[in-house]
């Protein structure tokens, strides 16, 4: 008679128990309480050329039934032939939720991105934290942490994209905010710091999901979302798009495409009259190619345009000031976003373009208590560190600090373009003139005297500012008539092209809104 061992295992698991195991894995949980959320492992179908996905870690936690692959699927595909690395939650899985073997999972293929250099998407459908696994995934080395920890690391080594399909909560919800763009799903996306119902017992504050921390508050109040998509497929579609704007890695540029003339022809929309409005969006499909133009934080901030596109085939950052949106002067929401679409740029050695058309800073009580000179140095600093080429064009008024945070020539831009409604100064003529002969003004009983000292005095200012002299003075570089505007562009991009960052030129990361 065999003596039986205190711990010793019955029977040593067959090949067809570690098939059914990993068929167990794949499998994951039952996703028909969830019909509006398409299976994680489609969302990798759709990420991926076909055939192309290998899974680290499938058998996480086999012994236990009730936690197929630990609830987060990782490993590397290709994308148009690229390598890049995924960390996918699955919702059927214990909510998403990590434990210890979920972190170390993500851990593994964040330490794998930063050695091989792997773009990440992140398809984050997670809880947070599995609190009966709370030693496990919270205070440890190999913890929740550790996850945080590189995300930074990576940030401006290789991209990292988040498509948020459903909650990204308490600790968790800076998954996304570590990334360089989050996409969220209508009525099922959502990030917070405490449920509704902690942050009631904390503050006494009533709130719904969708209000404290739903898609479109993020999309349009907080900043914290890119865009907000209908359902799951499109957000993944839209990371897989993004992807061929950004490069593997900081060490090289993006690829080129087939070039592709413009939408429209740029014409005559901008308006020579300074407060006429009209749509910067437009001018933006008057010069790059067609349909390139992948626009970021559309919702937010809406007097600051940003987005990434190609110019004859070449990635270019656009950051373009939206004169329908309260006149594009530059608010405090507007600075951030600007500053962190230009530190993207910059990490990934795309060319910036800035289209000026800005009344200046927003002034007022409350932009100065909101700490706009704060917010307004950030997107300055941002816009001089930046080694990649940058390019100004003056649509129309370049007026006060905004002109500065613009691109100013003080700030070595390649060049400095004008169209022939450029105006430069540091407020409008007419301004100007209240500013300097306030007092002479109200002096002036007689009204038809008084305007025609104004018209006087304006005309003065008008031709202290005008383009000619700008030109004459080397405070442009050319001035442009619209339909040429493209060509130009593409021409000084070209003899830039031999650029290369400084040597000993710092890595940066994109330092979250």
Request: hydrophobic content about 45%; proline content about 6%.
């Amino acid at each position: 008679m065999t003596a039986v061992v205190p711990g010793q295992v019955d029977a040593v698991p067959g090949p067809d128990e570690v098939a059914a195991a990993q068929e167990r894995a794949r499998r994951g949980g039952d996703p028909a309480r969830w019909p509006e959320k398409l299976p994680v492992r489609d969302r990798l179908a759709i990420l991926f050329d076909p055939g192309t996905f290998v899974e680290d870690g499938l058998l996480a936690s086999a012994s236990d039934a009730g936690l197929p692959a630990d609830g987060v699927i990782t490993g590397v595909g290709r994308v148009e032939g690229r390598p890049v690395a995924v960390i996918a939650h699955d919702f059927t899985v214990k909510a998403g939720s990590w434990g210890e073997l979920t972190c170390e999972k993500q851990i593994r293929i964040l330490e794998r991105a930063d050695r091989d250099l792997l773009p990440v998407v992140y398809l984050v459908d997670s809880a947070g934290g599995r609190l009966t696994d709370q030693m496990g995934f919270f205070p440890g080395r190999r913890g929740a942490s550790a996850i945080f920890n590189l995300q930074v690391k990576l940030s401006g080594r290789v991209p990292q994209l988040c498509c948020l399909h459903g909650p990204s909560a308490a600790g968790g919800a800076y998954m996304p905010a570590f990334c360089d763009w989050v996409g969220m799903v209508a009525g099922n996306a959502s990030m917070y710091l405490a449920s509704p119902r902690v942050a009631e017992k904390v503050t006494g504050e009533r709130s719904t999901l969708e209000e404290m921390g739903g898609a479109m508050m993020h999309a349009t109040v907080s900043g914290c979302g890119d865009e907000v998509f209908d359902a799951d497929w499109e957000a993944v579609a839209a990371a897989r798009l993004l992807l061929s704007y950004l490069p593997d890695d900081f060490r090289s540029p993006p690829a080129c495409r087939e070039p592709a003339e413009p939408e429209q022809v740029l014409g005559d929309l901008v308006p020579t009259n300074p407060n006429a409005s009209y749509d910067v969006r437009d001018v933006v499909d008057g010069i790059v190619d067609a349909g390139s133009f992948f626009e970021v934080k559309a919702r937010w901030a809406q007097e600051m345009v940003v987005g990434l596109a190609r110019l004859d085939g070449r990635v270019v950052g656009i950051v373009a000031n939206q004169p329908s949106v309260r006149s594009g002067a530059i608010f405090v929401d507007s600075a951030d976003k600007a500053a962190r679409f230009i530190s993207l740029c910059d990490a990934f050695n795309i060319p910036l373009v800035f289209l000026q058309d800005v009344p200046g800073f927003m002034v007022g009580v409350d932009v100065e208590r909101q700490g706009i000179i704060r917010h307004g140095a950030k997107m300055i600093a941002a816009m001089a560190s930046a080694d990649v080429p940058k390019y100004s064009v003056v649509l129309r008024k370049a007026y006060a600090a905004g002109y500065y945070a613009m691109c100013a020539p003080g700030f070595e831009p390649r060049a400095t373009i004008a169209l022939p409604t450029a105006t430069i100064g540091p407020m409008s003529a007419e301004a100007s003139v209240n500013a300097v002969y306030a007092n002479k003004i109200a002096a002036i009983a007689d009204g038809d005297e008084r305007a025609a000292f104004v018209a006087a005095r304006t005309a003065e200012q008008q031709a202290d500012i005008n383009l000619l002299r700008m030109g004459s003075d080397l405070v442009v570089d050319a001035i442009v008539e619209p339909g040429a505007l493209r060509a130009e562009l593409i021409a000084r991009m070209v003899d830039a092209d031999r650029w290369t960052r400084p040597a000993g030129g710092r890595h940066h990361l994109i330092s979250p809104v």
